[in-house]
T-cell receptor
Framework: QQPVQSPQAVILREGEDAVINCSSS?????VHWYRQKHGEAPVFLMI?????EQKGHEKISASFNEKKQQSSLYLTASQLSYSGTYFC?????????????FGQGTILTVHP | EAGVVQSPRYKIIEKKQPVAFWCNPI?????LYWYRQNLGQGPELLIR????????DSQLPKDRFSAERLKGVDSTLKIQPAELGDSAVYLC????????????FGPGTRLTVL
């Protein structure tokens, strides 16, 4: 079942912060975050494997709340290069294996 | 290091015609994935290979779609015959066997069926 992302779109000015949420109706064993710029391939950002785990990539960090079956991606002091569509992916079959089901995406636009 | 290579980048065909997409994964990556991405949606897994074996093709519409990875390296995805609803971007991704969770995507093939 496809995870649900919110919001669908975010518009920011450089330096502002944003949060993107990803939730699932099924138990989550891991959450994977990817960013896709317009016309380009998705690029891996990070994976969270344990409940409560937090990770960071540049000024982008994420948390994983296993109990709430959700993950949040935090973009701090956003840069123009952060613009793109962010996808969360969750494994099918109750494992942390590679069969990912992706959410519908959150479009992030950062203006100067 | 070269990334995942796909060709062609764009393809326009008329419905009922056949079409094929080619993917060359990152050297040494045992696992290869084909995804379909519709406009405004996330990628949807079609098939996953471990070396030359298709280990997950449950989402592949087998009446018209086929895929192969004969020598466990390059892969081809075919649609025959194509339908209007097949218009999408077809993405190929690869990963190392022991790091299946980090997938590297190719640029994709944008298919338009008229």
């Amino acid at each position: 079942q496809q995870p649900v992302q919110s919001p669908q779109a975010v518009i920011l000015r450089e330096g502002e912060d944003a949060v993107i949420n990803c939730s699932s109706s099924k138990a989550l064993y891991s959450v994977h975050w990817y960013r896709q710029k317009h016309g380009e391939a998705p690029v891996f950002l990070m994976i969270l494997l344990k409940g409560g785990e937090q990770k960071g990539h540049e000024k982008i960090s994420a948390s994983f709340n296993e109990k709430k079956q959700q993950s949040s991606l935090y973009l701090t002091a956003s840069q123009l290069s952060y613009s793109g569509t962010y996808f969360c992916g969750t494994p099918r079959g109750g494992t942390s294996y590679g069969k990912l089901t992706f959410g519908q995406g959150t479009i992030l636009t950062v203006h100067p | 290091e070269a990334g995942v290579v796909q060709s062609p980048r764009y393809k326009i065909i008329e419905k009922k015609q056949p079409v094929a997409f080619w993917c060359n994964p990152i050297s040494g990556h045992n696992t290869l994935y084909w995804y379909r991405q519709n406009l405004g949606q996330g990628p949807e897994l079609l098939i996953r290979y471990e070396n030359e074996e298709a280990v997950d093709d449950s989402q592949l519409p087998k009446d018209r779609f086929s895929a192969e990875r004969l020598k466990g390296v390059d892969s081809t995805l075919k649609i025959q015959p194509a339908e209007l609803g097949d218009s999408a971007v077809y993405l190929c991704a690869s990963s190392l066997r022991d790091r299946v969770n980090e997938q590297f995507f190719g640029p994709g093939t944008r298919l338009t069926v008229l």
